[in-house]
């Protein structure tokens, strides 16, 4: 059964989740692996610290998510196609294993903070 998600142990689920799909998409996890070469035990942690503030506001995050995109853009540029579905597969990992409102909240402030990221990374 489905439940909200009520905890740091829940974030991680849903963060290992999401990260699970995004190696191996077709569509963006080129942009992990072949652009990014992302050091996935640096950053799983970040994004656990990333989610966790973003849903439960304690603070623990410190980076700077704009300067991470524009760089990734301007080795490889993204497209709105690249925010779009970034959006869906995590709208859909969240969907697979949570339901309430703060499954709800994550996706609202996911779509928000994607939008905000396409605009400022695409307006260059």
């Known amino acids: 059964m489905k439940t909200d998600i009520r905890n740091r142990k ?3 689920k849903l963060v290992n989740s999401f990260y699970e799909k995004i190696k191996t998409d077709a569509v963006i ?4 692996s072949d652009v990014a070469n992302v050091n996935w035990e640096k ?5 656990y610290n990333f989610w ?8 623990n995050y410190n980076g700077s998510p ?7 853009h301007e080795k490889s ?18 969907d697979k294993s949570f339901v309430g409102p703060k499954a709800e909240e994550i996706k609202n402030r996911a779509m928000n903070i994607s939008a905000v990221l ?4 695409l307006a260059q």
């Open 10 to 12: 829940d974030i991680e």
């Open 29 to 32: 996890g080129y942009l992990f």
């Open 43 to 47: 950053h799983l942690p970040t994004m």
């Open 52 to 59: 966790e503030n973003i849903l439960f506001y304690t603070g």
């Open 66 to 72: 704009m300067v991470v995109h524009k760089d990734l």
């Open 77 to 94: 540029p993204l497209n709105p196609k690249h925010f779009k579905h970034w959006n869906k597969l995590f709208e859909e990992t969240v």
């Open 118 to 121: 396409m605009s400022k990374t």
